[in-house]
């Protein structure tokens, strides 16, 4: 696993005393277990620096966000409403600190990423950092897909009830907790071809196996969209089929990557027997 190997290389750098103990009888497996921690300790506080040096920058953004998301779903002019005197504040709060931690995200995913590289072979590395690469690829995709077609949809869709007698008062938090909720949920779901990808890479399954299931990852795509969506056949659809799509792409891919390695390995196998015919 990876931390043994961390560990060990650290108690390689360290002198190599092996499992002896050190100085003041702390042994080399204790010290590396608490270095260990204290690198995790200073990457976890310089990622809650940055983040808190953000918030005000975020604060001060926030304002403008709801009103360019609410003149992005509410076009024919609505309003949101506030029911509570500190509403408007707690949103802003809860909406700064998103923004502020997606400012942060390269930052903070540089000081996760040195923390674990000294854990990780070359191949691993090479494999984490493509994952790492397309997950924030396709979560940004899948928030902006959201952003973009599906908000809108659902509150014009929700505006649709109203009429003479019933007149829709759409408060604050509840439009910021939807959208918040459906971005997550989105950007989420937009990750199925990573974990295709990651599970056949790491041998968890095969391709063949995992296309041979693929009405059960149908069928389970179809209940995570009706649980993450509202309860209308639209919105469902709507995450449902972008997320089959990205499915049937990243298994596409893990058969390519399969039927590479194949080939690679028994290449590997024929160069001893070629040099022993020769």
Not at 137 to 155: I, K, N, Q, S, W
Request: hydrophobic fraction near 55%; include cysteine; aromatic fraction near 10%.
């Amino acid at each position: 696993s990876g931390e043994p190997r961390l560990h060990e290389r650290r108690g390689e750098r360290g002198g190599g005393r092996g499992g002896e103990a050190g100085d003041g009888g702390v042994s080399d497996g204790e010290e590396s277990f608490i270095s260990h921690l204290e690198a995790l300790r200073g990457a976890l506080l310089r990622c809650v620096t940055v983040t808190a040096a953000l918030f005000p920058f975020g604060y001060f953004l926030a304002p403008r966000v709801i009103s360019a998301l609410t003149a992005w779903c509410f076009p024919d002019g609505a309003a949101l409403h506030y029911f509570a005197p500190m509403e408007v504040f707690f949103v802003q709060l809860r909406l700064a600190l998103v923004i502020a931690l997606v400012l942060a995200y390269p930052w903070n995913a540089a000081q996760i990423w040195r923390f674990v590289l000294p854990a990780l072979y070359k191949d691993e590395r090479r494999a984490l950092s493509r994952a790492v690469l397309a997950s924030t690829l396709l979560f940004a995709c899948g928030a902006a897909f959201c952003a973009g077609l599906v908000l809108p949809a659902v509150m014009k869709f929700s505006g649709g009830f109203a009429h003479d007698a019933l007149e829709a008062s759409i408060g604050l938090a509840n439009f910021a907790g939807l959208a918040g909720w459906l971005t997550l949920a989105f950007g989420l779901m937009f990750q199925t071809p990573v974990i295709a990808l990651l599970a056949v890479r790491f041998g968890v399954v095969s391709a063949e196996s995992l296309g041979r299931r693929r009405p059960y990852v149908m069928t389970l795509i179809l209940v995570a969209a009706g649980i993450l969506t509202p309860p209308d056949v639209i919105s469902q659809l709507v995450m449902a089929v972008p997320t089959w799509l990205l499915f049937e792409l990243g298994l596409f891919a893990a058969r390519r990557i399969e039927r590479r390695n194949a080939e690679s390995a028994a290449i590997a196998e024929e160069r001893p027997a070629r040099a022993a015919r020769a």
